[in-house]
C-alpha cells in the first residue's frame, strides 16, 4: 500500500471509528514512540496509542489491525539500510494547506510519542537535540493558504518534509536501543 493510500485509509478508518486525529498525526506518535526509544516488538503501544489519541477507549478491531499493519511498515521502513521512511501524509497534489498541515500534525504527533520515551534529552547528542528543537518550531508554525501556493511554497514544503524524515531517522539511530546506528547525510541549508 503506498503511503498516500495508508494516509487517506488511516485517516478514513480513523474517523469512522470516530478518533479525533487523521493518518499524519497518528504515524508521528508511533515514529516518535519508536524513535524516542521503544522497543521494536514492544506489545504496549496500541494502549498507548489508545491513551494518548482516544481517551483510553479501546480501538475497534478493524482499526487496530489496520494500525499493527501501519506499525510492521514503519519498523520496516525505519530499519532498512536504506533509510527508507516515508512519512504518511497528504499527497502532493492536495491543496497546499493540507500538505502543509499534514507535516505539522505529523510532527506534533512525532514530539508527543517521543516524548513518552525521551521526557529529557541531556544524554542526547547535540544533533537529535537541534532535530527536537526544529519539530517543536515546526510544530507552531501556522498553515500555508492557498492562495500562495506557487512552485517555490511547494519545493519549500518538500525540502521540510525531508528535514523531518532525516531528524527522524536521526533520533531511530541514536536513541532506538535494537538498532545498530547508521550515517545520515544531512543537507546543511535546509532550515
Excluded at 485509509?9 to 497518528?26: M, P, Q, S
Excluded at 503501544?45 to 475497534?60: H, K, Y
Excluded at 505529523?106 to 541531556?122: A, E, I, T, Y
Amino acid at each position: 500500500m503506498s503511503t498516500i493510500a495508508n494516509f487517506i485509509n488511516t485517516t478514513e478508518l480513523l474517523a469512522k471509528h470516530d478518533v479525533l486525529i487523521d493518518g499524519a498525526e497518528v504515524h508521528g506518535i508511533i515514529c516518535g514512540m519508536l524513535c524516542g526509544g521503544m522497543t521494536l516488538d514492544n506489545q504496549d503501544w496500541v494502549s498507548v496509542l489508545t491513551d494518548v489519541a482516544n481517551n483510553s477507549q479501546p480501538f475497534a478491531l478493524p482499526l487496530v489491525t489496520h494500525l499493527q499493519h501501519l506499525y510492521g511498515q514503519t519498523v520496516n521502513q525505519l530499519t532498512d539500510a536504506e533509510f527508507g521512511l516515508v512519512l504518511c501524509l497528504p499527497d502532493t497534489d492536495a491543496p497546499l494547506s493540507e500538505q502543509a498541515q499534514g507535516i505539522i500534525l505529523w510532527v506534533q504527533g512525532f514530539m508527543l510519542g517521543f516524548g513518552l520515551h525521551q521526557p529529557s534529552l541531556d544524554q542526547r547528542s547535540d544533533e537529535v537535540k537541534e532535530g527536537i528543537q526544529d519539530f517543536s518550531e515546526i510544530s507552531r508554525m501556522e498553515s500555508v493558504d492557498d492562495q500562495d501556493e506557487n512552485d517555490e511554497t511547494q519545493a519549500q514544503l518538500l525540502i521540510l518534509i525531508e528535514h523531518v524524515r532525516v531528524i527522524a531517522m536521526s533520533c531511530f539511530n541514536e536513541c532506538q536501543p535494537a538498532h545498530k546506528p547508521m550515517p545520515i547525510e544531512t543537507d546543511p541549508t535546509v532550515h
